[in-house]
Structures are given as structure tokens and as C-alpha cells.
T-cell receptor
Framework: DAGVIQSPRHEVTEMGQEVTLRCKPI?????LFWYRQTMMRGLELLIY????????DSGMPEDRFSAKMPNASFSTLKIQPSEPRDSAVYFC?????????????????FGPGTRLTVL | RKEVEQDPGPFNVPEGATVAFNCTYS??????FFWYRQDCRKEPKLLMS???SGNEDGRFTAQLNRASQYISLLIRDSKLSDSATYLC???????????FGIGTKLQVIP
């Protein structure tokens, strides 16, 4: 298995531009998570999906951020317009939840991340 | 109070030393606990789950103390390759998401 795939790996853009990050989860995984990591705040959950449906987007910082999952093998995180404070590493992760008991929790597998710099 | 708190370090230890990290969590309903390892400029990867009875994997031992709401990670005979950031991860029972601590940076020195 190729693991979680993210693109691009690096993105440098100017303030005000639209940024789209892409993720392909591991085949068969029914949960997908988007995280943002900074030195100051660590790894923060932005949003997660179950079976392509957004379940919890309470971590999305503001309306400039949006995420979609049109099918089981693809998700996007969009920032429009981007701001310098959005500079961070954005990780996508997936895991298998199907068939587990409610209080069971499987390992999350992370993609390599997208390093975003907004000038 | 943060949901998951860790000392960010860095912990600088000589090769062969034993080092321990603690992590406290605020939600007493938390059911699942993990340690992840993150190498510099890489993604986090699962190191080990933490079970109620404690568990060991080679040089690594994880413990859970529910009464005091903390988990610990003990690394014996530290190797240079153990240098990384160790992330404490906790999920609240019944919820399908987890909370990551900010991570503790370990640097093993020759």
C-alpha cells in the first residue's frame, strides 16, 4: 500500500491567493482527518470525515477554510484567501473505524504533510 | 486547562541513559491512549498504545495512571536513533477523534 498521499509537498504563495491541498487516504479507510501543525500550537485537528461525510469541523479556524471529500479516495482542504498566519504543515491522516467497538480506536496513518508558506 | 499537556523539552540525554516523559490529560472519560513518534520534518507515526495494565515493547515501557490522569513513556538504554519528538495522544470515550499533545523533544547525545 502506498500509504496516505498528499500533494503538493511544499507550497509557497502570496497573501490573498487561494491554496488547495490534496489528500488520498489509504484504500478501505473510512475516516479521514485534516490537521495543522505549528511550533506554537502543535498538532491541531481541523476537520474529520467518516464515509466521506464531514463529522466535526469545529477545529476549522474560520470561513476562509473549507474541506471536501467528494469520494472515498480523495479530499481537499482549501484556504481562500490565504494569510501569513496560515503558514504551517498540514497533515492528512486516515484510519479504519468500520467494525470497531465504540470505544476502540485504531491507529491513524499520516501522510507526509504539505508545508505551506504564505508570504 | 489544555486537554493534553506535555513538557516540550528538549530533553538532552547521553546514549545509554534512561529517560521518562509524562503526559497529563484533563478528560476523565478518556478511554484510549497512545504515544506517537515524530522525526524532524516527518509525519507522526504510532510508537505504541498504552494499556491499563501497562505495556512494554523492547526498550520502551508505557504506563497509564487513571487516578492521576497521566500516561508515561520510559525509554531505557537510549540510542541516537531515539532522537525525535514524542507525542502523547488521547481520545475521549465514544468519540472518533483524538487530541495530540504538543510533544516532548528528545535529543540523545553521543
Amino acid at each position: 500500500d502506498a500509504g496516505v498521499i498528499q500533494s503538493p509537498r511544499h507550497e509557497v504563495t502570496e497573501m490573498g491567493q487561494e491554496v488547495t491541498l490534496r489528500c488520498k487516504p489509504i484504500s478501505g479507510h473510512d475516516y479521514l482527518f485534516w490537521y495543522r501543525q505549528t511550533m506554537m500550537r502543535g498538532l491541531e485537528l481541523l476537520i474529520y470525515f467518516n464515509n466521506n461525510v464531514p463529522i466535526d469541523d469545529s477545529g476549522m479556524p474560520e470561513d476562509r477554510f473549507s474541506a471536501k471529500m467528494p469520494n472515498a479516495s480523495f479530499s481537499t482542504l482549501k484556504i481562500q484567501p490565504s494569510e501569513p498566519r496560515d503558514s504551517a504543515v498540514y497533515f492528512c491522516a486516515s484510519r479504519l473505524g468500520r467494525g470497531l467497538a465504540l470505544n476502540s480506536y485504531n491507529e491513524q496513518f499520516f501522510g507526509p504533510g504539505t508545508r505551506l508558506t504564505v508570504l | 486547562r489544555k486537554e493534553v499537556e506535555q513538557d516540550p523539552g528538549p530533553f538532552n540525554v547521553p546514549e545509554g541513559a534512561t529517560v521518562a516523559f509524562n503526559c497529563t490529560y484533563s478528560n476523565s472519560a478518556s478511554q484510549s491512549f497512545f504515544w506517537y513518534r515524530q522525526d524532524c520534518r516527518k509525519e507522526p507515526k504510532l510508537l505504541m498504545s498504552v494499556y491499563s495494565s501497562g505495556n512494554e515493547d523492547g526498550r520502551f515501557t508505557a504506563q497509564l495512571n487513571r487516578a492521576s490522569q497521566y500516561i508515561s513513556l520510559l525509554i531505557r538504554d537510549s540510542k541516537l536513533s531515539d532522537s525525535a519528538t514524542y507525542l502523547c495522544v488521547v481520545n475521549a470515550g465514544g468519540y472518533q477523534k483524538v487530541t495530540f499533545g504538543i510533544g516532548t523533544k528528545l535529543q540523545v547525545i553521543p
